[in-house]
């Protein structure tokens, strides 16, 4: 047993370390913190456990081992043995089964969008929730974004021409349905007449820009253009904090500037919370597929040294693979976005939901030694191995359930992902598993009826 164990752990840190490729601290943090965690479990039931059990003595493990006899679970045992009578005795329903299962999965995956929005990580009809929903009916809108525009020189800004400019840019981001207001300093020049009431020299402009700055305005002014005039903050309300919201944004505003180029040497940057967000959500993203990537190529490696097989590392990464493939179906087809939380849980998934095919495969090689019978071996892995890892999922499964009542929607969501997970890889395993190895061992091993 020491040499399974040691990997389902080694793969559960590899998933959690791989985190920190992800180019954000917290997350990186977060991996590298569990994967020490990891290890010290691993290392303390190596040490401790086999300490203690010494400690019970010859009597006390007598006790132990018969209270866990197959009396003591009658209901799991029989419901396990008619599982693998089932799998064994009709070998072609579930592969089909699985096959299309994962098929009709495919375009549910097509489907999956990267969309995130913090606010949404709040459960509808909270309080930040109403807040946000009254401020956004009041105002033009809670979520900003921010267009900074540096000239080349003082004379950029407040030519006529920039001025006209930025006037046809603001009103080409108001018929965006999603944008409420957009603010910057022509305002204070036009007190928003727009086109019609621009001054016609620079002069003028200039001149009602510095009395806007002594004037009661003194403070917006100062928010939407330097004092010297080399730097414009155009502000963008928006009604929604949605990536996609914020992608919409850039979309039009480059098109409009694609098509209306500024002045040569003036540079423009995009700001601002929402915009920080998507920032953050593009490079969590990357991150988390190159650490998903990372982490099935070194699960996969241990797999192959653990069994010395190449062919037995695939079949281990099968059930995991199917899971995978159904989960994300399922994601993609109800609408959900591919956010925080489902990027971050797609790496660990990896290297916890494997520990029940190796596990399986691990026990199996042994029976097939112990009893020389392929047959033999995969009815006594419907005992005692398989109630050990239906016990491991359950507790594992269960253990993400109280996450389901939780105030934030991210922990609601990683409690359903983890157990849909768990549950799946172990039918999977279980279920699956048997008939490939069949299927695969085909005349390796003399069959020897019971």
């Given at each position: 047993?020491?040499?399974?164990?040691?990997?389902?752990?080694?793969?559960?840190?590899?998933?959690?370390?791989?985190?920190?490729?992800a180019?954000?601290?917290?997350?990186?943090?977060?991996?590298?913190?569990?994967?020490?965690?990891?290890?010290?479990?691993?290392?303390?039931?190596?040490?401790?456990l086999?300490?203690?059990?010494?400690?019970?003595?010859?009597e006390?493990?007598?006790?132990?081992?018969?209270?866990?006899?197959?009396?003591?679970?009658?209901?799991?045992?029989?419901?396990?043995?008619?599982m693998?009578?089932?799998?064994?005795?009709?070998?072609?329903?579930?592969?089909?089964?699985?096959?299309?299962?994962v098929?009709?999965?495919?375009?549910?995956?097509?489907?999956?969008?990267?969309?995130?929005?913090?606010?949404r990580?709040?459960?509808?009809?909270?309080?930040?929730r109403?807040?946000?929903?009254?401020?956004?009916?009041?105002?033009?809108?809670?979520?900003?974004?921010?267009?900074?525009i540096?000239?080349?020189?003082?004379?950029?800004?407040?030519?006529?021409?920039?001025?006209?400019?930025?006037?046809?840019?603001?009103?080409?981001?108001?018929?965006?349905?999603?944008?409420?207001?957009?603010?910057?300093y022509?305002d204070?020049?036009?007190?928003?007449?727009?086109?019609d009431?621009?001054?016609?020299?620079?002069?003028?402009?200039?001149?009602?820009?510095?009395?806007?700055?002594?004037?009661?305005q003194?403070?917006?002014?100062?928010?939407?253009?330097?004092?010297?005039y080399?730097?414009?903050?155009?502000?963008?309300?928006?009604?929604?904090?949605?990536?996609?919201?914020?992608?919409?944004?850039?979309?039009?505003?480059?098109?409009?500037?694609?098509?209306?180029?500024f002045?040569?040497?003036?540079?423009?940057?995009?700001?601002?919370?929402?915009?920080?967000?998507?920032?953050?959500?593009?490079?969590?993203?990357?991150?988390?597929?190159?650490?998903?990537?990372?982490?099935?190529?070194?699960?996969?490696?241990?797999?192959?040294?653990?069994?010395?097989?190449?062919?037995?590392?695939?079949?281990?990464?099968?059930?995991?693979?199917?899971?995978?493939?159904?989960?994300?179906?399922?994601?993609?087809?109800?609408?959900?976005?591919?956010?925080?939380?489902?990027?971050?849980?797609?790496?660990?998934?990896?290297?916890?939901?494997?520990?029940?095919?190796?596990?399986?495969?691990q026990?199996?090689?042994?029976?097939?030694?112990?009893?020389?019978?392929t047959?033999?071996?995969?009815?006594?892995?419907?005992?005692?191995?398989?109630?050990?890892?239906?016990?491991?999922?359950?507790?594992?499964?269960?253990?993400?359930?109280?996450?389901f009542?939780?105030?934030?929607?991210?922990?609601?969501?990683?409690?359903?992902?983890?157990?849909?997970?768990?549950?799946?890889?172990?039918?999977?395993?279980?279920?699956?598993?048997?008939?490939?190895?069949?299927?695969?061992?085909r005349?390796?091993?003399e069959?020897?009826?019971?």
């Open positions: 047993m020491a040499t399974p164990i040691t990997f389902t752990s080694l793969t559960t840190a590899v998933a959690f370390a791989s985190l920190a490729i180019p954000i601290p917290p997350v990186q943090v977060f991996g590298l913190f569990v994967a020490l965690g990891v290890f010290f479990a691993w290392l303390l039931t190596m040490l401790f086999p300490a203690f059990i010494m400690l019970l003595g010859e006390g493990l007598r006790r132990s081992i018969k209270g866990d006899a197959e009396s003591g679970s009658k209901a799991l045992t029989g419901a396990l043995r008619g693998g009578r089932f799998t064994v005795g009709k070998p072609i329903i579930l592969p089909v089964l699985f096959i299309v299962l098929i009709v999965a495919i375009p549910g995956m097509m489907k999956i969008s990267v969309n995130d929005n913090p606010v990580w709040f459960k509808s009809g909270s309080e930040i109403l807040a946000i929903e009254a401020v956004n009916d009041l105002f033009p809108g809670v979520y900003n974004a921010n267009l900074i540096e000239g080349a020189g003082p004379a950029t800004l407040t030519s006529p021409e920039m001025v006209s400019q930025l006037l046809a840019l603001q009103e080409r981001m108001a018929e965006v349905s999603i944008v409420g207001q957009v603010t910057f022509a204070l020049v036009t007190n928003g007449a727009g086109q009431a621009v001054p016609r020299t620079q002069g003028q402009i200039e001149r009602s820009l510095d009395a806007a700055f002594d004037s009661s003194g403070a917006l002014a100062s928010a939407l253009i330097s004092p010297d080399r730097r414009a903050n155009v502000q963008i309300s928006m009604k929604s904090g949605d990536n996609k919201s914020m992608q919409r944004v850039l979309d039009e505003a480059d098109a409009f500037l694609a098509a209306n180029p002045p040569a040497g003036t540079n423009a940057e995009w700001a601002g919370e929402t915009y920080l967000n998507l920032v953050w959500q593009d490079k969590m993203v990357s991150g988390m597929l190159k650490a998903f990537l990372s982490t099935f190529a070194v699960v996969f490696v241990l797999m192959i040294v653990l069994f010395r097989s190449l062919r037995w590392a695939v079949l281990a990464i099968l059930p995991l693979s199917a899971t995978i493939l159904l989960v994300y179906g399922v994601i993609g087809f109800i609408g959900k976005d591919y956010d925080m939380p489902i990027a971050v849980l797609s790496t660990l998934v990896l290297g916890i939901a494997i520990d029940f095919a190796i596990h399986f495969i026990r199996y090689r042994q029976l097939v030694e112990e009893e020389g019978s047959v033999l071996a995969l009815k006594r892995i419907y005992e005692e191995p398989a109630r050990a890892i239906t016990r491991n999922a359950l507790i594992i499964a269960l253990g993400f359930v109280p996450m009542f939780a105030s934030l929607t991210p922990y609601i969501i990683v409690g359903i992902f983890m157990a849909s997970i768990m549950v799946l890889s172990w039918v999977a395993s279980l279920a699956l598993l048997p008939l490939i190895i069949k299927l695969f061992q005349g390796e091993v069959v020897v009826e019971a």
